[in-house]
């Protein structure tokens, strides 16, 4: 298995220009999340879906979309990049189900991304 | 509401001395505790957890129990070692749209082991 994949790893973006940051899974897992971590504040929920065709917003959501056509894949789409979006990116996944708050979750290696 | 609350960082310690990194919580209902470890330039992973009152989890010599009369997790380890110089992240689970359960995370302890 290859767990939570990302890509690209780094990434520099001018202020207005638009990108889609990838993740995938080969777990089958139900659960996928995007986290932004920035100095201080640890990490925080951008969105999350529990399944194919659901998501929902997290913490942090505004100036992200995200969509789960397939139970394998979870882009985040960053429309108009601004210099706020300056942070590293983590993608997370877990098995869902009733016993879902006690299961671990498993996460990607993260996309550094800068915004000038 | 929900939140983590984590011991400011970072920490600094000799090779072989004891750890601890205090954590606290509020949260509504019973929501499951977790470490989480972040080594430089890697993803986070599971370090322990626990899932209910008095539960102790424990791994790679790191112990934290599950407080529910405190709402504490603290992280313990007798005896440090340079590897294990990492960012550590405490955080809770609570059931959320389908009852998966959501993270949320503390803000991190550095900590740094000196040989």
């Known amino acids: 298995n290859a767990g939570v994949t990302q890509t690209p790893k780094f990434q520099v973006l001018k202020t207005g220009q638009s990108m889609t940051l990838q993740c995938a899974q080969d777990?089958?897992?139900?659960?996928m999340s995007w986290y932004r971590q920035d100095p201080g504040m640890g990490l925080r929920l951008i969105h999350y879906s529990v399944g194919a065709g659901i998501t929902d917003q997290g913490e942090v959501p505004n100036g992200y979309n995200v969509s789960r056509s397939t139970t394998e894949d979870f882009p985040l789409r960053l429309l108009s990049a601004a210099p706020s979006q300056t942070s590293v990116y983590f993608c997370?996944?877990?098995?869902?189900?009733?016993?879902?708050?006690?299961?671990?979750?498993?996460f990607g290696p993260g996309t550094r991304l800068t915004v000038t | 509401g929900n939140s983590v609350t984590q011991m400011e960082g970072p920490v600094t310690l000799s090779e072989e001395a004891f750890l601890t990194i205090n954590c606290t919580y509020t949260?509504?209902?019973?929501?499951?505790l977790f470490w989480y470890v972040q080594y430089p330039g890697e993803g986070l992973q599971l370090l322990l957890k626990a899932t209910k009152a008095d539960d102790k989890g424990s791994n790679k010599g790191f112990e934290a129990t599950y407080r529910k009369e405190t709402t504490s997790f603290h992280l313990e380890k007798g005896s440090v070692q340079v590897s294990d110089s990492a960012v550590y992240f405490c955080a809770l689970s609570i059931h959320g749209s389908g009852n998966t359960g959501k993270l949320i995370f503390g803000q991190g302890t550095t900590l740094q082991v000196k040989p």
């Open positions: 997370a996944s877990k098995k869902g189900g009733s016993n879902g708050i006690s299961y671990e979750q498993y």
């Open positions: 777990m089958n897992h139900e659960y």
């Open positions: 949260a509504t209902g019973y929501p499951s």
